[in-house]
């Protein structure tokens, strides 16, 4: 019996898993932000790509 409350201690004690819920949740708020501004990104991104692909023509 003291070995399975030892054993429950530890486990209570343990938080490995706690890093790997912040990323997780970093993640699904990242997702959200780029599904929420997904037409500006894009925009912005085209935007880009265009300025880059002049301005290489004159290198």
Known sequence: ???????IGRFWKEDDAIGVIEVVLILVVLIGLVLIFKTKLTTLMN???STVVERSGSV
């Open 1 to 7: 019996m003291q070995n399975i409350i030892r054993e």
């Open 47 to 49: 935007s880009l790509w």
